[in-house]
């Protein structure tokens, strides 16, 4: 039923197409004319210009003859170094020549997607109305669902295809996240002639960072920092110090808890050294967590059974856009395509799990 050539073929078209974070342009033109043509209404949203990208969120929709209307989801965007892929197409097996990311995350949904809907036409298969969100600069953020109109869409239900874990995997939860840039000062002297006239912020970053809690804390939360900026010349006292740090969890509570502790951190060393602190927080997204009950669950258990794939309920610890498109209102979860080594010059991805991906979407449209 899904075409395996075909879907090889605009997937091995797509990850050729350069479309790192906020550079999305070619891809989403791509995508347009490609929509377009089989028949759906294509927009793109303001979103581009408001996180400074070249481009928004692709927004497309067809009319179906069946009740109802799905939401559907994937990303355009990818990490670097992303631009050049020459990819490698070994037996069941599209990898990346070892000198670029493949982007497979998230390409693999999108094609994933768009084979499905390929089938439904290629067939003349009944469906409900399906919207389409080909997101942007999610791997910065997951700034195109976080700023996206989601009124803009009739769906109450819906699925985002982008996770790595096997296929037949329905993410059930993921955490919420915060990120804290602190910006540590001192004061400024002479390293060789006056440095007791001086206070070290990376003596201040030290001290902090070396009586956090960090990594993996319990089952439900992590932490980490990420990010350190200073110094310009080793006879100088460094005067300043940038950081950049993130906390989640699956409990909101945990979560709180972490932040107050790593900004305690940094404020007891500013004040054991004589120094100061700017600590600025932002909360990128809120956990979820969802079970049988909910239609997006219970509808994607179905599909998966009938295609014969087992499937199973399992909690993450990244985000995804899942989690600002529950916040906005729509019951939606993530399925695995099980895209592997992501974000790495080693990244793969298997044609049978596109495929597979592709049937159960055709699944979840066509009984809806």
């Not at 005067?239 to 404020?267: I, T």
């Not at 602190?277 to 599909?303: G, I, Q, W």
């Not at 899942?322 to 395509?337: F, P, S």
Request: aromatic letters at 6%.
């Amino acid at each position: 039923m899904i075409n395996k050539d075909r879907l090889v073929r605009h997937f091995l078209e797509y990850v050729q197409i350069d479309s790192e974070s906020r550079n999305e342009l070619e891809m989403a033109k791509h995508l347009e004319k490609e929509l377009l043509e089989l028949g759906f209404e294509v927009s793109f949203d303001d979103v581009g210009d408001k996180i400074g990208g070249n481009i928004g969120n692709l927004i497309a929709k067809k009319k179906g003859d069946l009740e109802g209307s799905v939401f559907l989801s994937a990303h355009m965007d990818t990490v670097t170094p992303g631009n050049g892929v020459k990819p490698v197409f070994e037996g069941d097996v599209i990898k990346s020549d070892g000198t670029t990311i493949l982007g497979g995350d998230d390409k693999g949904g999108i094609v994933s997607i768009m084979e499905a809907v390929r089938t439904i036409i290629d067939n003349k298969s009944s469906h409900p109305d399906i919207e389409i969100m080909f997101a942007v600069a999610e791997e910065v953020g997951l700034l195109g669902s976080r700023y996206v109109d989601a009124g803009i869409f009739k769906s109450k239900v819906g699925y985002v295809m982008d996770s790595g874990k096997p296929v037949g995997t329905i993410i059930n939860s993921a955490p919420s996240e915060t990120t804290m840039e602190v910006t540590l000062k001192g004061r400024p002297a002479h390293a060789g002639t006056e440095p007791e006239n001086g206070i070290s912020a990376i003596m201040i970053a030290a001290r902090a960072i070396d009586r956090m809690n960090l990594l993996r804390l319990d089952e439900e939360t992590t932490a980490n920092v990420g990010i350190i900026n200073g110094g310009v010349a080793t006879n100088i006292v460094t005067p300043e110090v940038y950081l950049k740090a993130e906390a989640r969890s699956l409990n909101d509570e945990k979560l709180d808890k972490q932040v107050a502790h790593m900004r305690a951190c940094f404020e007891e060393a500013a004040d054991f050294y004589g120094g100061q602190v700017d600590f600025k927080t932002t909360k990128n997204y809120k956990t979820y967590k969802v079970d049988e009950s909910f239609e997006s669950v219970n509808r994607a258990l179905k599909a998966f059974e009938s295609v014969g794939i087992e499937a199973a309920l399992i909690p993450t610890g990244g985000g995804s856009d899942v989690n600002n498109l529950r916040e906005k209102g729509i019951d939606c979860v993530n399925l695995a395509i099980a895209m592997s080594a992501c974000h790495t010059l080693d990244e793969y991805i298997k044609v049978s799990d596109m495929v597979n991906v592709s049937h159960v979407l055709y699944e979840i449209l066509t009984k809806w």
